[in-house]
């Protein structure tokens, strides 16, 4: 197992699980770890409050038996950043069918299956509430590409979807026709979503989206805002593409 960040859950049991088709079952921890981890910086970032927002991580596939089918780990519903364990962290496959016995995934789950069904690529997905950039989202606005970073990281500016409502199976459609070739996108009157390859760019991306959005609003309100030209920016929008991008292109 790789080194981590912070201290394992002592009260961590492998009997909390009905059973598992992974490879080595001690896996299921350090899964449970990962979501666990990206859930306190998100909370420590401001992005979510209690029971908002949803962070999910696919299960790789040689962690997985022969012939499984592909499974998540996903946070619960009713979350409370504040207090969650690892052990709180639910597991279940892209049938939506419960590996585990503990608490209920959270009711976004849909939206997860769905971006993970479409992007091979995603293995960890951010939903956020994040203040600034739900201002966008409830202005139905698109966050533009400001300053360089965004080119980098994000691949461009953030399109606003088309509204779908919480938990349905048209979320996902309308966030990816949002995404197109980049990895992020504004929920309309929802909040944030970022389906990345791995945590550390995710969790970088849901803080970058928030940042910006903090800047672009404050900028509008000065009066002025200059967008940055794509065309200028090859260099660093090619870097995103070649190693951070989920799309299939």
Not at 114 to 124: A, E, Q
Not at 157 to 163: A, E, N, Q, R
Not at 224 to 244: G, H, P, R
Request: hydrophobic share 35%.
């Amino acid at each position: 197992m790789q080194n981590l960040p912070f201290k394992l859950n002592k009260k961590f049991s492998f009997s909390s699980f009905k059973f598992s088709s992974l490879k080595n079952p001690k896996k299921i921890q350090e899964y449970q770890n990962r979501v666990w981890d990206v859930c306190k910086q998100i909370y420590k970032g401001g992005l979510v409050e209690f029971g908002e927002g949803n962070v999910s991580h696919r299960v790789f596939k040689e962690d997985l038996e022969k012939n499984s089918i592909e499974q998540i780990f996903i946070t619960p519903t009713h979350n409370d950043y504040s207090t969650i364990q690892q052990n709180d962290i639910v597991h279940v496959d892209f049938n939506g069918k419960l590996l585990s016995d503990s608490r209920k995934p959270s009711s976004e789950l849909p939206l997860h299956l769905g971006i993970y069904k479409s992007r091979p690529k995603v293995n960890c997905i951010i939903h956020t509430h994040s203040p600034f950039a739900s201002m966008l989202a409830v202005s139905g606005m698109d966050l533009p590409c400001i300053i360089e970073e965004m080119a980098l990281f994000l691949g461009s500016g953030v399109k606003c979807s088309k509204f779908a409502s919480a938990g349905s199976t048209e979320l996902p459609k309308e966030a990816l026709k949002a995404m197109g070739n980049i990895n992020s996108c504004i929920l309309k009157n929802h909040g944030v979503l970022v389906a990345y390859k791995d945590t550390k760019y995710a969790v970088k991306a849901a803080l970058l989206i928030e940042k910006m959005s903090k800047i672009y609003i404050g900028a509008k309100q000065l009066g002025k805002v200059d967008i940055l030209d794509l065309s200028q920016l090859k260099s660093l929008t090619q870097l995103f593409y070649d190693s951070i991008s989920t799309t299939n292109n």
